[in-house]
């Protein structure tokens, strides 16, 4: 067999156009929080991983799933449409729902409740706009973590940002978000609607949630920050099925036995009202000395009729939080003082 090869002439653009110069630019250097010890990402001791803005954008808007996936050490399963579960290095193997072990924190203000419980679905992915995910064991407000932390971060620049998309199973989606630096002002107001009916039968979701945020620099020493946010979640659970169930009709609800009614006849799912207000300052005394202290409340009504039993409660949570920090060449000081209460938890 012969072969033939042909010379094709090929010509640099560099022998007819001038060369632009090469442009060097340096990359911000990424920074964490730390709880209030704002450190460089690459000299801290903590094993942190960072979820950027543009990691949380190229996936689902309403879902963050894939994101924290990404992330090694770190996993987030969904049990059903709406139920989530967060697994820091194994931190789940006694937890079968819920998130457990890991605390939670939104800006300044604390999303676990004093019970270590966290209602982490009722926030909308959109509104977060970078997360800061510490593994291992960690001492935090309302006591030790054994699994890790998880720090949400909401938007710190201009922009406004609105979405409306649909999709199968009736998904619709929904959401309004508007920063902005208002003299010394700077404000955020989020409003987010989602529901789906998903693949499953009995495993509808809808979430409404409304946030607003506002930082008040009056001084060059002083930041006051306050925030609102409400939220209402209702999603249902299908339950389990054997294989010989799923073989028959692999979309069915968990379906109903002799003495055990179905998914459906008992409308298993978890309806969740919660609201969230706080206010933090923060102060810095000398540029060695810095002062934060925070107060919040939260008031949620929670109700999960199940197959087995119906549970509604009502729970309040009120936080008092202050850290003293003095950071100097070889003299790092930092002091922490964590008040908290759960009242008013009433189950039925």
Same mark, same amino acid.
């Given at each position: 067999?012969?072969?033939?090869?042909?010379?094709?002439?090929?010509?640099?653009?560099?022998?007819?156009?001038?060369?632009?110069?090469?442009?060097?630019?340096?990359?911000?250097?990424?920074?964490?929080?730390?709880?209030?010890?704002?450190?460089?990402?690459?000299?801290?001791?903590?094993?942190?991983?960072?979820?950027?803005?543009?990691?949380?954008?190229?996936?689902?808007?309403?879902?963050?799933?894939?994101?924290?996936?990404?992330?090694?050490?770190?996993?987030?399963?969904?049990?059903?449409?709406?139920?989530?579960?967060?697994?820091?290095?194994?931190?789940?193997?006694?937890?079968?729902?819920?998130?457990?072990?890991?605390?939670?924190?939104?800006?300044?203000?604390?999303?676990?409740?004093?019970?270590?419980?966290?209602?982490?679905?009722?926030?909308?992915?959109?509104?977060?706009?970078?997360?800061?995910?510490?593994?291992?064991?960690?001492?935090? =407000?309302?006591?030790?973590? @054994?699994? !890790?932390?998880?720090? $949400?971060?909401?938007?710190?620049? +201009?922009?406004?940002? #609105?979405?409306?998309?649909?999709?199968?199973?009736?998904?619709?989606?929904?959401?309004?978000?508007?920063?902005?630096?208002?003299?010394?002002?700077?404000?955020?107001?989020?409003?987010?609607?989602?529901?789906?009916?998903?693949?499953?039968?009995?495993?509808?979701?809808?979430?409404?949630?409304?946030?607003?945020?506002?930082?008040?620099?009056?001084?060059?020493?002083?930041?006051?920050?306050?925030?609102?946010?409400?939220? =209402?979640?209702?999603?249902? @659970?299908? !339950?389990?099925?054997? $294989?010989?169930?799923?073989?028959? +009709?692999?979309?069915? #609800?968990?379906?109903?036995?002799?003495?055990?009614?179905?998914?459906?006849?008992?409308?298993?799912?978890?309806?969740?009202?919660?609201?969230?207000?706080?206010?933090?300052?923060?102060?810095?005394?000398?540029?060695?000395?810095?002062?934060?202290?925070?107060?919040?409340?939260?008031?949620?009504?929670?109700?999960?009729?199940?197959?087995?039993?119906?549970?509604?409660?009502?729970?309040?949570?009120?936080?008092?939080?202050?850290?003293?920090?003095?950071?100097?060449? !070889?003299?790092?000081?930092?002091?922490?003082?964590?008040? +908290?209460?759960?009242?008013?938890?009433?189950?039925?």
């Amino acid at each position: 067999m012969t072969k033939l090869y042909f010379l094709l002439p090929m010509f640099s653009a560099s022998l007819f156009l001038a060369q632009q110069k090469d442009s060097v630019g340096l990359i911000s250097e990424v920074r964490i929080d730390a709880y209030k010890k704002p450190t460089a990402f690459i000299s801290s001791t903590k094993s942190v991983s960072v979820v950027s803005q543009n990691l949380l954008t190229q996936n689902p808007p309403e879902r963050m799933l894939e994101s924290i996936n990404q992330v090694a050490g770190a996993r987030m399963e969904e049990r059903s449409p709406g139920s989530y579960r967060i697994s820091l290095r194994g931190s789940t193997l006694r937890s079968p729902f819920g998130v457990r072990n890991v605390k939670v924190y939104l800006d300044d203000f604390i999303l676990s409740d004093a019970s270590g419980n966290t209602y982490f679905n009722v926030i909308s992915p959109e509104l977060i706009d970078r997360m800061e995910i510490y593994k291992g064991p960690e001492g935090g =407000d309302y006591g030790a973590a @054994t699994g !890790g932390t998880v720090l $949400l971060k909401t938007k710190r620049s +201009d922009q406004i940002s #609105a979405n409306l998309s649909a999709g199968s199973y009736g998904t619709f989606n929904e959401s309004f978000d508007l920063s902005k630096q208002l003299g010394k002002h700077f404000v955020e107001v989020f409003q987010n609607y989602y529901q789906t009916d998903s693949y499953r039968k009995q495993a509808k979701v809808q979430r409404k949630q409304v946030f607003l945020k506002d930082h008040f620099k009056y001084s060059e020493k002083g930041l006051l920050k306050a925030m609102l946010m409400y939220s =209402d979640l209702d999603y249902q @659970t299908p !339950g389990g099925l054997t $294989l010989e169930q799923m073989y028959a +009709d692999r979309r069915q #609800a968990r379906p109903a036995t002799k003495t055990i009614p179905g998914a459906k006849e008992q409308d298993a799912g978890i309806r969740n009202k919660m609201i969230l207000a706080g206010l933090s300052h923060e102060f810095n005394i000398t540029p060695e000395f810095f002062h934060f202290v925070m107060v919040q409340g939260s008031y949620v009504d929670f109700e999960n009729p199940f197959i087995t039993n119906f549970e509604n409660r009502f729970e309040k949570n009120f936080a008092l939080r202050t850290h003293f920090n003095y950071e100097k060449t !070889g003299i790092p000081f930092h002091w922490l003082t964590v008040w +908290d209460l759960k009242a008013g938890s009433m189950i039925f």
